[in-house]
């Protein structure tokens, strides 16, 4: 069973944000960066509108403080619960655990060039299994430029977290793995008439700490990687609120520390995909389908690829409802390690 949690004194849009963070936790690693900020740090959030938390809902949102041009967020979560495999194990052991989350939101409130900065703190302790108390925290910051009628967008991040042996695909370590990730990226959107391009780059550096595994110490070094992910997404406007959409994504993932002797499992993985984009009163409807190819450096790893496709249907019936169906087939991330 995993932790429930009981959140205390939070609005309804302070608990969609804390949702987000809790569900990051057993994301895939190469979507844990936007899953943790919330949509106000530019670079980091969704689209305008498509989720409760990027929709406008005044009388929902809370007030915050306003300083000049700018608005903080402060909050702090208690939250109380019972894990009944810890330890990650067979037979597992099980605990109680108390978690305290304060954090910060400054965001602009300027339409025009806004920004947003953001700091969290996640401390997790066991009572009976103090080896497994972790603590957690994020920063990050992004902004957008209008440079005439294109759109600029910068972000960066920096989140020492921790693995813990009960999550999927961990290792069976002794104690929860410390691991840090330093990203930046970088988005512009060019407008041409009814076609605009977005190209994108996304620099992501993950290093981790040491291990011991049934007392025996355990080097993690040779996870660390560096990951740079590019692309160029084209839209076309048919007609308003519908686009046709070519997408080119490629991404490189490069381990700095393969011990001597082994085999390098760097890869580099190319995908294109096309299809339709668009919204129908309360719908918001993407279809896309494409072909992605993987390649390693190591000749010992075979290449391989494979038809993707992605369907979504998305329905927003009111500001506090998002109610989303999606349909994927693809390549697992080569941004995950083991893969």
Not at 57 to 66: A, H, M, N, V
Not at 146 to 173: I, N, Y
Not at 207 to 228: K, L
């Amino acid at each position: 069973m995993r932790p429930c949690s009981a959140l205390l004194g939070k609005s309804p849009g302070l608990a969609a944000l804390a949702a987000s963070t809790i569900f990051a936790t057993v994301a895939a690693q190469a979507q844990l960066l936007p899953d943790v900020f919330p949509p106000a740090v530019p670079g980091y959030g969704t689209d305008p509108g498509v989720t409760v938390q990027t929709r406008a809902r005044p009388e929902f949102d809370s007030l915050g403080t306003r300083i000049g041009g700018a608005l903080v967020h402060a909050q702090i979560e208690q939250s109380v619960g019972f894990d009944s495999n810890v330890t990650g194990g067979a037979p597992g052991r099980g605990g109680w655990l108390f978690r305290t989350s304060p954090s910060v939101l400054v965001s602009s409130t300027a339409r025009r060039d806004p920004y947003g900065l953001y700091v969290s703190l996640d401390n997790t302790r066991y009572p009976g299994l103090p080896g497994q108390d972790q603590t957690d925290w994020t920063a990050g910051g992004g902004a957008t430029i209008a440079v005439g009628e294109d759109r600029l967008t910068l972000g960066a991040a920096h989140l020492s977290l921790h693995q813990a042996p009960g999550d999927l695909d961990a290792l069976p370590t002794d104690q929860p793995v410390a691991y840090q990730v330093d990203d930046a990226r970088l988005g512009y959107a060019h407008a041409l008439g009814r076609l605009t391009l977005e190209p994108s780059l996304d620099i992501a550096a993950w290093r981790f700490g040491g291990a011991t595994i049934q007392g025996v110490p355990a080097s993690q070094s040779y996870r660390n990687r560096d990951v740079i992910q590019g692309g160029l997404t084209m839209r076309y406007e048919l007609a308003p609120q519908r686009d046709l959409v070519l997408a080119l994504r490629g991404a490189d993932q490069l381990y700095v520390a393969t011990p001597p002797g082994a085999v390098s499992p760097d890869s580099r993985s190319v995908a294109v995909l096309a299809g339709i984009e668009t919204i129908d009163g309360l719908w918001r409807y993407r279809l896309l389908a494409g072909y992605e190819r993987r390649g390693f450096e190591a000749g010992s790893y075979r290449p391989h690829g494979a038809v993707v496709a992605e369907a979504d249907a998305i329905f927003t019936p009111g500001g506090m409802t998002t109610v989303t169906a999606s349909l994927v087939r693809n390549i697992e991330d080569a941004a995950q390690e083991g893969v």
